[in-house]
Every structure is written in C-alpha cells, then in structure tokens.
C-alpha cells in the first residue's frame, strides 16, 4: 500500500521563486525523488494564488516520509523554508481507499 502526502506552502510576497530554486537545485528535488520509499514527487501552483505552492508525494510508506523529513529537519531546511512563508505549512497524510 503506497502512503501519498500533500504539503501546502503559503510564501510571503516575493519569497516562492526562492523556494522553487531549492527545489530545483542540488539539495532538491533530486534528493527527495532519491530517497528511499520516494515513489513521486511534483510540485504545483494555485491558479488562484500567486504565494501558494503544493507539493504532492507518493511514497512506499509514511515511515520512508517520516525518514525524509528528519533528514531535511536535520540539515536546516526547515529552518530556512519556514522564514519563507506567510503561515506554517500544512502536509496531509493520505492512505488510498478502495471503493
């Protein structure tokens, strides 16, 4: 059973190319979409909101996620994400249901 996770970011004016170069760079996207139990990673933009990103993953399991996120805790990119945003981001857990 694959675990999916959506992350919404709301950036202070001017603050969301600055996000989408981390992503793009060397410690970005490219490491997360490396990591163990990475199944997908993409990122999209609110057609409504200029500061709105969301980042939508599927993974192997919410253990592999919670591994990815200690790593990125632990090398200082949370720190440096959250003086980026208007309001704290918020990540939704999801688990697949069959109907």
């Given at each position: 059973?694959?675990?999916?996770?959506?992350?919404?970011f709301?950036?202070?004016?001017?603050?969301?190319?600055?996000?989408?170069?981390?992503?793009?760079?060397?410690?970005?996207l490219?490491?997360?979409?490396?990591?163990?139990?990475?199944?997908?990673?993409?990122?999209f933009?609110?057609?409504?909101?200029?500061?709105?990103?969301?980042?939508w993953?599927?993974?192997?399991?919410?253990?592999?996620?919670?591994?990815y996120l200690e790593?990125?805790?632990?090398?200082?990119?949370f720190?440096q994400?959250?003086?980026?945003?208007s309001?704290?981001?918020?990540?939704?857990h999801?688990?697949?249901?069959?109907v």
């Open positions: 059973m694959s675990h999916t996770v959506c992350a919404t709301k950036f202070k004016d001017g603050q969301k190319q600055n996000f989408l170069d981390i992503l793009s760079g060397p410690d970005g490219q490491v997360t979409r490396g990591w163990e139990g990475c199944v997908s990673t993409n990122v933009e609110s057609s409504e909101d200029t500061n709105l990103l969301v980042v993953g599927k993974w192997n399991s919410q253990a592999n996620h919670d591994s790593m990125r805790k632990s090398t200082g990119l720190d994400v959250m003086d980026m945003l309001e704290p981001f918020e990540v939704l999801l688990d697949s249901v069959s």
